[in-house]
């Protein structure tokens, strides 16, 4: 069975521009969740979308903005981009919280700002 | 492949008990480090603990301990004095060189009184 995908691995944009990030769920899983991974230690919470809603969402600015499409894919774009955009973003994917709540994460995106 | 195995599903604990996680990690690598991460009901990731593997002591943040046994490649987390609010899913994970960080598929923990 495959597990979560995320496109691209790697992601290098300029200051200003915009940045698309692509996650595909576990097939059954309807909740996706995004995260930020920066300097090395801190995960910081994104977005969460389950059954194409957006259920909860991290304290980012509206740049930050993502969708779930009916096959429960989803994408994360990020506006106007910023230095200290440069991160690893990850995608989880679960059932609908309240299930299993066992949650598979994607390798991750690596987006780097110059 | 890195792995990550966390074989609870889930666990239930009375209020005021201590609970232990369990959290096994594969890797060849010398130097990585593990973390342990506390998921609520609202889907954000609450960083609990960090362990690296020079460390030769067990790491502590409060209620929150890591029982790191090197040779067996496990890195349990004890939660002592349990308290309703602990209920959550609970993930361990690791980062190693690469910067790539590795998660398990999590244990939900239900705290009772």
Redesign the interface.
Known sequence: EAGVTQSPTHLIKTRGQQATLRCSPISGHTSV?W?Q?AL????Q?LL?YDEGEE??R?NFPPRFSGRQFPNYSSELNVNALELEDSA?Y?C?SSFS?GM??????G??SRLTVL | AQKITQTQ?GMFVQEKEAVTLDCTYDTSDQSY?L?W?K?P?????I?LI?QGSYDEQNATEGRYSLNFQKARKSANLVISASQLGDSA?Y?CAS?YNT?????G??T?LQVFP
Not at chain 1, 100 to 105: A, H, N, V
Not at chain 2, 99 to 103: M, P
């Open positions: 969740y995260y991974q090395g230690l801190g995960l919470f969460w259920r909860n991290g690893l990850l989880a919280y299993t709540g066992e949650l598979f994460f390798e991750g | 599903p480090g973390f991460y998921q009901s609202s889907g954000e990731m960083f960090y899913m993930f980062l910067d790539k960080l590795i998660f598929t999590g939900r």
